[in-house]
């Protein structure tokens, strides 16, 4: 168990906020908004680096430093021991990240969640106004 410990500490960190396209580059965000996803979760993102057949461990009590209320990260490792790469199809963390925004949206738990959504009855349908509707003043 305890030689397990050091090699964990020298695999990469994957926060949430990395491929959020919510957040601003200063908030955070470390690629395109265009190929960023939505709201990730350290689940979605774990999930898809074992689809992507790395081996990877969630953190659940760390925090973002810029963003303390963001609870979780998770660990990836990109390479071996010996310096070779894991998965040769991704040889670098900004890949790791790309890959992982594109497989997030497809998450089995996200599209459960859109299937959800949608059966709800819309309060707004109706309504033919919009604004305070309160009178001028003069």
Known sequence: MEEVQPSIKRWIVIYPVYINSKKTLAEGRRIRTKKACENP?????????????????????????????????VRVQLKSEDGSLVNPAIPSRKELMLRIAELVPRHHGRIKKQEQAPSGPSSNAGSGKSGKGGRKKK
């Open 41 to 73: 979760t350290c689940v979605e993102i774990a999930d898809s680096c074992i689809y992507l057949k790395l081996p990877c461990v969630i953190e659940a009590d760390k925090a973002y430093p810029r963003d303390f209320m963001q609870r979780g990260r």
